[in-house]
């Protein structure tokens, strides 16, 4: 057991989990391997049917608080986690990505290096469901003022990324619980309207891809994402000529790089030629992205065809099979007599 002052956590760490029995107790571990250790961490079980709470059960620490819900949703969970915390600064973890363990330092450093700043991000890399590197995420290095940004591309990638000074999430009103999808770039978006950012350039955040993720929920996704550009281009209507076209650009090309992931499958594939379309109509650059383009599009068309190919071998060698067979009983039964 560990033992701790008993003064108020700096910092509140807030974690939704539903059925995470595979990821949690890595996901956990990341945060109470963190150099920084004044923290509380909460974690919201958000109906889970599996050993998730099992597994939770299992680390003594009296930084955990653990507090049981009916499901709800992922954007409920993180509202209800914002309830409990009483530090001065949050950050969410989804249950199935993990923290560098300098990731709470080095984001406390630069808020208190620059108070003007609401939030603290770094930057991403993506691991697969085993734990294992799969490609690097963006290395942007906004900082100030930086919603004109946001709306082209969500450059904090994902909800597990930034520390945030809890006053701005309160003074906001927390997560949209209406939106289905991409709350988290949502936030950031409300966030970035009032407050100032600042960048910490480390990678501090191993974001895992999942097939069963909220995020591979592509239509779903592609709605939420239009409807909360449509309302923050209303913040900054001067914007929108400028950079409305940029910004679906951005959108459909990481919807259809998001399609293309692995499992795929043709109605995946289908999905991905629809984003490819979109995002070659909005990219002014398209000229100039034929390379690029030309590779999304030859892998759907290895998805789309490669089924359907397989079927036809398969089938062929069925029927040569069942020959086969059909041979063999004729040849046996006619040496019998």
């Not at 539903?18 to 109906?47: C, M, P, R």
């Amino acid at each position: 057991m560990i033992k701790l002052d008993r003064t108020v956590p700096t910092i509140s760490v807030i974690i939704p989990a539903y059925n995470s029995e595979k990821t949690i107790k890595a996901t956990i571990e990341s945060v109470l391997q963190q150099t920084f250790t004044n923290f509380e961490l909460i974690i919201i079980n958000d109906g889970s049917q599996d050993l998730t709470l099992d597994i939770i059960s299992q680390f003594e620490d009296t930084r955990i608080k653990v507090f049981s819900f009916d499901n709800a949703g992922g954007n409920v969970s993180r509202n209800r986690g914002l309830k409990y915390a009483i530090g001065e600064f949050v950050s969410f973890l989804d249950a199935d990505d993990i923290w560098t363990n300098d990731k709470l330092a080095s984001q406390l450093k630069s808020l208190r290096e620059n108070p003007h700043a609401a939030v603290a991000y770094s930057w991403t890399d993506y691991i697969n469901e085993n734990g294992h590197f799969v490609f690097s995420g963006r290395r942007t290095n906004a900082c100030g003022d930086v919603y004109e940004n946001l709306l082209i591309s969500n450059f904090l990638e994902n909800g597990s990324n930034p520390l945030i000074r809890r006053e701005a999430l309160i003074d906001l009103g927390g997560f949209d619980e209406s939106l289905l999808a991409a709350q988290d770039w949502d936030m950031w978006l409300r966030l970035a309207c009032k407050f100032e950012f600042v960048c910490v350039q480390s990678v501090q955040i191993l974001y895992r891809i999942s097939a069963n993720s909220v995020s591979s929920n592509l239509l779903r996704q592609e709605t939420a994402c239009l409807q909360l550009l449509a309302r923050a281009y209303q913040e900054r209507p001067s914007a929108l000529k400028q950079n409305w076209n940029t910004s679906l650009a951005n959108l459909y090309k990481y919807l259809t790089c998001k399609a293309l992931q692995k499992p795929v499958n043709r109605q995946k594939g289908l999905t991905a030629a629809k984003f490819l379309w979109n995002y070659v109509f909005y990219d002014s650059t398209r000229l100039e992205r034929t390379t690029f383009t030309l590779k999304l599009l030859l892998k759907i068309i290895v998805i789309l065809t490669l089924p359907t190919l397989l079927y036809s071998i398969n089938n062929q060698h069925e029927k040569r099979s069942q020959h086969t067979e059909t041979s063999l009983k004729i040849w046996v039964a006619e040496n019998r007599t």
